[in-house]
């Protein structure tokens, strides 16, 4: 079975730094892995996906993950955050059982960024 | 784009009532939608698969007899939660799949908060 794991509840940072929300999966096989946002009361807005090639992704918002085989990871990155960045953020694998394209997603992290 | 809307936002029911959450792609036709449920800062867990013309596909644990679901048209599926009471109460988000370069890509819709009093 396909799982993602996010070690952090939150992670904090100031405005302007650099920004790392961590994600390891466990798949057989290649895995899709998707980065979603979540802000209070809405639904999931998609950021990033890896399917294949590169193993820079770059998505929206300037937003970008770094697939790594080796450390089976797929951590979120920014340069710079901005205070609007603040969000809950999910990390998510695609099933391959029977043929679904349904989600398993991480637990979640909170991002809270500081003026 | 690709845009799902949910219908309504939110919703608040006595113990005991029938609500129905409808889910819709608008600019897409979408052969398979998925329905999920977020317990408060929680993880989203899939409860079903709704695919047009055909039965649901229910996640293990899920009650088929109480979550039904229905997926008519290309472009709407519904779920209704029967004999709702309060342990129902969650925020429930459908996402709509819809053919793109490197694979069906889901699109989520902006989700529903059902309260059961």
């Known amino acids: 079975a396909q799982s993602v794991a996010q070690p952090e509840d939150q992670v904090n940072v100031a405005e302007g730094n650099p920004l790392t929300v961590k994600c390891t999966y466990s798949?057989?096989?290649?895995?899709?892995l998707f980065w979603y946002v979540q802000y209070p009361n809405r639904g999931l807005q998609f950021l990033l996906k890896y399917i294949t090639g590169d193993n820079l992704v770059k998505g929206s918002y300037g937003f970008e993950a770094e697939f790594n085989k080796s450390q089976t990871s797929f951590h979120l990155k920014k340069p710079s955050a901005l205070v609007s960045d603040s969000a809950l953020y999910f990390c998510a694998v695609r099933r391959m059982d029977t043929g679904r394209r349904a989600l398993t997603f991480g637990s979640g992290t909170r991002l809270q960024v500081q003026p | 784009g690709a845009v799902v809307s949910q219908h309504p936002s939110w919703v608040i029911c006595k113990s005991g009532t029938s609500v129905k959450i409808e889910c819709r792609s608008l600019?897409?036709?979408?052969?398979?939608m998925f329905w999920y449920r977020q317990f408060p800062k929680q993880s989203l867990m899939l409860m079903a698969t709704?695919?047009?013309?055909?039965?649901?596909?229910?996640e293990q644990g899920v009650e088929k007899d109480k979550f039904l679901i229905n997926h008519a048209s290309l472009t709407l599926s519904t779920l209704t939660v029967t004999s709702a009471h309060p342990e129902d109460s969650s925020f429930y988000i459908c996402?709509?799949?819809?053919?793109?370069?490197?694979?069906?890509?889901?699109?989520f819709g902006p989700g529903t908060r059902l309260t059961v009093l």
């Open positions: 709704s695919n047009e013309g055909s039965k649901a596909t229910y």
């Open positions: 798949v057989s096989g290649n895995p899709y």
């Open positions: 996402s709509a799949s819809k053919n793109s370069k490197g694979g069906n890509e889901q699109f």
């Open positions: 600019d897409f036709q979408a052969t398979t």
